[in-house]
Each structure stands twice: as C-alpha cells, then as structure tokens.
C-alpha cells in the first residue's frame, strides 16, 4: 500500500476554482471579525470600516458584496444559524431532531450566543430589510428542516410540521437565552424533543 | 330618585391621594410617549427630551424618576407585559390559561406588538442593566403567573410549572411574532393551551 510516490505538485485546481476561493475567503474572514466584533461589543457598537480593518478588506470590498452593515449583518447571523448546522441525518427522526436540537442549543449558547440571537432579532424585525431577512433565514432554516422530516416521512415514520419545531424546540431555548433564564442543559434540549415527539 | 341636588363642590381628596395622583399621571403620560414612540419610530431612534416634550413634563422629571432611558424603556415594556395582563381567574385552570394566553397575544399582536418585543429584547439582553431589568420581568410575571398555578393545585388541580408556560405558550407567541410568523389566531393559541395540558 501507499507505494506510489506522490506527485511531485499538488493537481492542479481547475480555474473556475479559483475566483470561488478567494471570494470565499474574504467572505470568511469579514464573517469571523462580524462574530467577533458582536461578541466583544455588541450590536450597534461598530461601523464597516471597523470590519474591513479587522479582516484586512477594503471597505469598498464589503460595500461592493454586502451593501450595507445592515445586510452583512444579516448574511452572518442568517449563515450561522444554518450553514453551521448542517441537519444531521442518523437514520431515525427522533435521533435526527435530538443531534439537530444539541447543536441549535450550542449555537445559542457559550459566549456568544446571546449577542447573536439578540443581533437577529434586531436584524430580523427591522421593518422592510427586516422582511427580506426574515425571508431568508426562515427559507433556510425551513428548508433544513424540511428535508429532514421528509426523509423520516419517507422511513414511513410519522413527522411534525417545521412550524411545530420552531414553536415547541427553537423558540422556548431562544426565549430561554434572551431572558437569561438557565442555561440550555442537555437533559432539558431532550425534554423538548419528548414533548414534540409525544403526539 | 335623584332628587337630592349635587352638592356644590366636589368631596375633597384625602391629602395623601394627591401626591400619587400627580404622580401617576406623570407616569401615564410618559409611559404613553415611550409607547407611542416606540410603535411610531422603534428603539434607538428617541431620546429622553422628545419624550418629556410629548409628555409635557421636563427633562429633568423623567431623570429624577427612572435615571436614564434605558432605564424608563425598561419600566415602560416590564409594566406593559405584567400590568397591563391581569391574571384571569375564572375558576378553572384551563380556563384562567386560555384567558391570560389570549390576553398575552393581544399584548404582542396588533400595531405596536413587533415594536414591544423588540424593545423587550433590545433592554433585556443589555449587559448587566439588562440583567435587573430580566430579573424585574421575569419575577413581576413568575408571580403573577405562580399565583393562577397555585390557586389551582389549592382546588386539587394539576398543573403546570411557571417555565413550563414560558416554554409551551409565551416563546412561540414571542418568536413568531419576532420572525414574522403568521398572526396569533384564536386557534393557534388556544392549541398552544391544548399542548400544555396535554400531560
């Protein structure tokens, strides 16, 4: 095994690659000093220019990609409540929603969490741009979401509609975070999902 | 009948209504300009004098009294959540659940519901004032809500934890009025009162 040596360079990267990967990583690191300014200071407490700096952009960059603070704002706290929760897919619903719920409670929880659930809300209800945010983050999250309760459907298995995964699993642990009452512990993420599951 | 004349004057006040007397309608006033503003503009966008003018009292009326506008805005969205929903009590439990569900949507339903909340939010997640306002909310509501609990366990009632409400009935209300989520109706409420009981 492992006989063959390996190739002098590494392949070369097809060129459509390459635009992607630049992009993408500008857009990480404007995301990382978006979290990391929310964290440190809060929302309202820092301008572009202060983001551009701290991820070693232009401020033109973000301008010319996002348009505003507003809707960067928007694209980082919709992202980090969907594409870092990628659904996870354990072969049974129940084990689906409980892997689904641990990570959508470690998401709002820790040092951040607050600060990224109270920029959401101050993003996602502020008015007409509030709309087009609510839009997005709930197509998101709604699709996800979809996706894995067809798939225990399609198992045969009886599923809940996404609506009742937001009323009885997400809003009582975003409630729960906003007005600081205890923290998410395991035992009560699962007493969720029973309460959702017992139909 | 009312044959006897009015008598001429008015019955004097006792002494001690007048100073609370004036006070309360200092408050009323004030508490209906931060009301009407924030339904109007929404958080952020007044300060202390644009209240005090729509108010007609003086800046330094609304300083003596609540300190800062952070400080009345909590004042303002804790009594308009807690005072203004007076515990039901219609001699059951299922009842007294379903009038005070019904009567919390209306608090966040309607012109300045979103505008509420949003303040709720905004103030409850600031830092350590944020923390004696959650504190402030969250024990004026536990109690009122304990009290409908155990008048209940005294008629030999099962029922629920104060957080159980929080959890089963308040945060969907609060978060699908926050994302934007469809109306409270009647009988999406009242299913949530169904979802309660159903131990």
Redesign the interface.
């Known amino acids: 095994m492992n006989e063959n040596p390996q190739p002098p360079t590494p392949p070369v990267r097809p060129a459509t690659r390459r635009p992607g990967g630049r992009s993408a990583r500008v857009r990480g690191a404007v995301h990382q000093a978006v979290t990391d300014l929310l964290a440190e200071r ?1 929302y ?1 407490t820092f301008a572009v220019a202060e983001v551009a700096a701290r991820a070693g952009v232009a401020d033109s960059s973000i301008y010319r990609r996002w348009g505003s603070l507003e809707s960067l704002l928007m694209d980082v706290v919709v992202s980090r409540l969907t594409e870092h929760s990628p659904m996870p897919d354990t072969g049974s619903l129940a084990g689906d929603l409980r892997a689904f719920a641990a990570k959508a409670a470690a998401d709002v929880s820790g040092a951040d969490g ?1 600060a990224l ?2 920029t959401v ?2 993003v ?2 502020a ?1 007409p741009s ?2 087009a945010a ?1 839009d997005r ?2 197509g998101a999250r709604s699709e996800q979401l979809q996706g894995m309760l067809d798939r225990a459907r399609a198992r045969g298995e009886e599923a809940p509609d996404v ?1 009742d995964v ?3 699993v ?3 642990m ?3 975070v ?4 205890g923290p998410l512990t395991p035992d009560y993420v699962d007493g ?1 999902i029973d ?1 959702l599951l ?1 139909r």
Chains 1, 2 share one sequence.
């Open positions: 809060g309202g607050l659930l109270r809300v101050t996602l209800t008015g509030g709309e609510r983050f709930l609506l937001l009323d009885v997400l809003a009582p975003y409630i729960r906003l007005f600081g009452v969720l309460r017992a």
